[in-house]
């Protein structure tokens, strides 16, 4: 009997030639427990399921759908799934969380996750539900946006299937491709890729059965108690205007990245700020399935249309590209959506075109900083993969660079081979560990330390100790909520977290749990990830920032200067190694390998 809200089995699936088979695989309780669900639970999959050394967009590298106890429960925010597989971008781990229907629709086909393997004969769909996987040809699908595939996915089969899909980008393997549903997108470090490579256009689920929660009542206070809190003021800036309230802050404390990392203040945030947009564009505020925030601000487009727009495309495709006027902006995040690929690794990379361009590195004079109309044309040229530029930014920055050479590498804003999101390392130091050491690259979902940086609490330009600490923590709390799964909006809103946690699991699951436990939790799947890494080839020497970062100070408005070499960073780094029992070198303690259950 599996724990309350996990039916302790996964679902392996095999898609190789024109039929699909799927196998039940049983998830022992004590791993359960140790890894909780999502993405905790995805990178114990991925050590036990991926061959060592597999191409990320070979027909055996696994591509897993990973849902948690908490997913169907009335928990606000908890209708959540991690997609976890091996990065085509980084050649390492790799995992997204999205919010829809579709994740408990999926976790209602009696599985804790859904791992996919082999690659099907033709462009096909694959469906699962209580009467088990079936694999139909969809040669109709090819090309389509993945909102349209997703539409038509459910006329042929019916609207009681949920729907996750890839578009044009995700086909053509383009390598930060995104997987989409209900318009909410499952977007860093390429898994629409590896669901291309699987010639899978959309996996549909529907639900078959139901799964008990331990204390069913309890459960029902909990949710109605969290529901409260969640309209208080910890989330007021995401009711009021978004994660897009964060530009002209970021701008103002001189941390807002332009044009490729060479400035932190634009001069035309004010035209992107959501205070602007709000008044003059402002049509809709929306939620994800289950959810009592209401995070999503749906703006009005120049000639008809609506475009949700959030910080990070907004800063991907504005200020990095020195793209101030908001239509083009919106047009460039709707072609995203279309093409289906992250705008923050297509606008890192693009800004890095530009800077070429600029050098005279790339011989295509038209793109330039600032030009709307080139970013729309390059953003064209690398969904459709088209010879020369298409397939060189499909890459992503880092494998460009190497193509380009001239130490265009250094300027390259990426880390893992992951592009940089919209914080500038120099002038939030707490961050600049945090995105130099994380698992899956230059990352702020898994390392929120950018709060810590400004909180008022340190010197954001100056790293030490404490920031190395505020660094850890960041990174624990999202190893447990990235986990349960809940959403990190809400996280403000948890006067003790781990306690907290604990005790809304153990009304869940029934397992006595405590904040130490938690903790320890967190700390365990911080060490599966890296453990991982190491074995696909990562070393201590990834565990930086591009050299612009550490050898080209900032001037900023106040008159300092943000100044972060590469000796500072190596001693944070040391730093964190030491507060996670890592070795000089990185490396996980051979006990700690033990705790991370690997053999069963």
Not at 21 to 34: F, H, T
Not at 35 to 43: C, E, I, K
Not at 238 to 261: D, I, K
Not at 494 to 510: N, Q, S, Y
Request: charged content about 25%; glycine content about 12%.
């Amino acid at each position: 009997m599996a724990a309350g809200g996990f039916f302790g089995r996964a679902l392996l699936v095999d898609v190789a030639g024109t039929a699909a088979s799927g196998v039940p695989y049983e998830l022992d309780e004590r791993v359960l427990r140790a890894y909780l669900g999502g993405v905790g639970l995805g990178t114990w999959l991925l050590h036990r399921l991926a061959p060592a050394g597999v191409d990320p967009l070979a027909p055996a590298a696994p591509l897993a759908f990973v849902f948690s106890s908490l997913v169907g429960t009335p928990l606000t925010t908890s209708a959540k799934f991690a997609v976890v597989a091996k990065s085509p971008l980084t050649g390492l781990l790799t995992d997204a969380l999205a919010s829809s229907q579709f994740a408990i629709a999926g976790k209602l086909t009696g599985h804790d996750a859904i791992v996919i393997r082999g690659r099907a004969e033709e462009l096909s769909v694959l469906l699962i539900d209580g009467d088990g996987v079936r694999l139909e040809p969809a040669p109709e699908l090819a090309g389509l946006p993945a909102a349209e595939a997703e539409r038509a996915a459910r006329a042929r089969f019916g609207r009681t299937w949920r729907t996750a899909a890839i578009g044009p980008a995700g086909e053509r393997q383009v390598r930060y491709a995104t997987i989409s549903h209900d318009g909410r997108h499952a977007g860093r470090g390429g898994l629409g890729a590896v669901m291309g490579a699987k010639n899978i256009k959309a996996v549909l689920v529907r639900a078959a059965t139901k799964v008990s929660v331990a204390d069913q009542a309890a459960v029902l206070a909990a949710a109605r108690d969290l529901r409260g809190r969640s309209f208080g003021p910890a989330t007021a800036k995401y009711r009021e205007l978004g994660t897009l309230a964060n530009l002209l802050a970021f701008n103002a404390v001189s941390t807002l990245p332009t044009r490729n990392f060479t400035a932190a203040t634009f001069e035309g945030a004010p035209r992107l700020a959501a205070e602007e947009l709000h008044e003059l564009r402002g049509v809709a505020r929306n939620s994800c399935a289950s959810c009592s925030i209401g995070c999503e601000h749906i703006y009005s487009r120049k000639g008809g249309g609506k475009q949700r727009m959030e910080y990070e495309n907004v800063f991907a495709l504005g200020p990095l590209c020195g793209v101030s006027d908001p239509d083009e902006v919106f047009a460039a995040s709707a072609r995203c959506d279309e093409l289906g690929i992250d705008t923050i690794s297509a606008g890192g990379t693009i800004a890095w075109a530009m800077e070429c361009a600029e050098r005279g590195l790339l011989d295509e004079p038209w793109l330039r900083f600032g030009d709307g109309a080139a970013l729309l044309r390059a953003l064209d040229a690398i969904g459709e993969r088209s010879p020369g530029l298409g397939e060189l930014l499909a890459q992503g920055s880092r494998r460009a660079a190497a193509v380009v050479g001239h130490s265009s590498i250094d300027f390259a804003p990426q880390v893992k081979g992951l592009e940089l999101p919209g914080y500038e390392p120099r002038s939030l130091q707490a961050m600049a560990l945090g995105l130099a050491v994380n698992a899956r690259g230059a990352d702020h979902n898994r390392s929120g330390a950018y709060e810590a940086d400004l909180s008022g609490e340190l010197d954001r330009l100056a790293g030490g100790a404490a920031h190395v600490a505020a660094a850890v923590d960041t990174e624990d709390r999202a190893a447990v909520m990235d986990s349960m799964i809940l959403c990190k909006f809400l996280r403000g809103v948890f006067d003790d977290p781990f306690t907290e946690w604990a005790r809304l699991l153990e009304l869940v699951t029934g397992w006595p749990l405590d904040a130490a436990e938690l903790r320890e939790t967190a700390r365990r799947i911080v060490r599966a990830k890296r453990a991982y890494n190491l074995r696909e080839g990562a070393t201590a020497a990834d565990d930086t920032l591009p050299p612009r970062m550490l050898e080209t100070p900032l001037e900023l408005g106040s008159g300092r200067r943000a100044s972060l070499d590469a000796g500072r960073l190596r001693s944070m780094v040391a730093g964190y190694y030491a507060a996670r029992g890592l070795d000089a070198e990185g490396r996980v303690a051979a006990a700690d390998l033990q705790d991370l259950l690997l053999d069963g």
